[in-house]
């Protein structure tokens, strides 16, 4: 289970670097496809009601991410991975500076 720990790491800290993404205002299903190495390939959200702009912004993040564990064998894709609206103050996500905001 260590991929899938890296898998919320990476994930949550990619998206925290938006500066439009605010965890406690959000609740996103994603669609994430991940290369054998552990790189991103693809990303899509599902379902979420959010601005196209913030919805895009976290396409982008997501796709850019490397996870830094090889996929596991067998793991069937796309892997589905929801974010639900917590206050970062309660989970601890999100909760340094952000590099995107400004």
């Known amino acids: 289970m260590i991929f899938f720990a890296a898998l919320q790491t990476t994930v949550m800290n990619a998206l925290c670097t938006r500066a439009n993404f605010v965890p406690a205002q959000h609740r996103v299903a994603l669609a994430i496809w991940i290369d054998p190495a552990g790189k991103v390939t693809d990303a899509r959200v599902l379902t ?3 601005a196209d702009d913030v ?6 993040s997501v796709r850019s991410a490397s ?3 090889p996929l596991p064998s067998g793991l069937k894709q796309p892997v ?3 974010i639900l609206a917590r206050s970062p103050e309660r989970t601890g996500e999100c909760a340094g500076p952000r590099s995107g905001r400004g």
Not at 55 to 60: L, P
């Open 55 to 60: 919805s895009t912004g976290i396409v982008e």
């Open 48 to 50: 979420s009601p959010i």
């Open 67 to 69: 996870i830094g564990q």
């Open 80 to 82: 589905t991975f929801v």
